[in-house]
């Protein structure tokens, strides 16, 4: 397995495990602990961009995969968008609903589109 995906997916389990125990942040990644910084500003691209569903009716799956994935557009743009996208979908795969792939993917389409229209 990639060592990319491997980290995005320890990332991911760290966030996810933060919406349940938000004091226990000692054994966190560095890139854990910038995306729980920038928790408020990602919230707000996703609140913008999923339609249906706002920050606090999203399941803690997709809502963790989603920050990892914004976070990773918008302030560390440190991979190629297609590529951040193809990964959350696969995490999405991985570790949500039989729907969450289809509902990050299409979250994060949103997103990018608008940073397209922003460049």
Do not use: C, W
Not at 30 to 51: A, D, G, M, V, W
Not at 81 to 92: G, N, Q, T
């Amino acid at each position: 397995m990639d060592p990319r995906h491997q980290k995005r997916i320890k990332i991911f389990q760290q966030l996810y495990g933060y919406f349940f125990y938000p004091h226990q942040r000692s054994d966190f990644d560095k890139k854990t602990l910038e995306i729980i910084n920038h928790q408020e500003k990602i919230n707000q691209y996703i609140n913008k961009f999923s339609l249906k569903f706002k920050v606090e009716k999203i399941a803690k799956v997709d809502l963790a995969i989603l920050q990892l994935a914004i976070y990773e557009l918008l302030i560390e743009k440190k991979e190629p968008p297609k590529v951040i996208i193809d990964e959350a979908v696969d995490l999405a795969k991985e570790f949500g609903s039989e729907k969450s792939y289809a509902f990050v993917n299409a979250v994060l389409g949103k997103v990018y589109s608008h940073i397209l229209e922003k460049s």
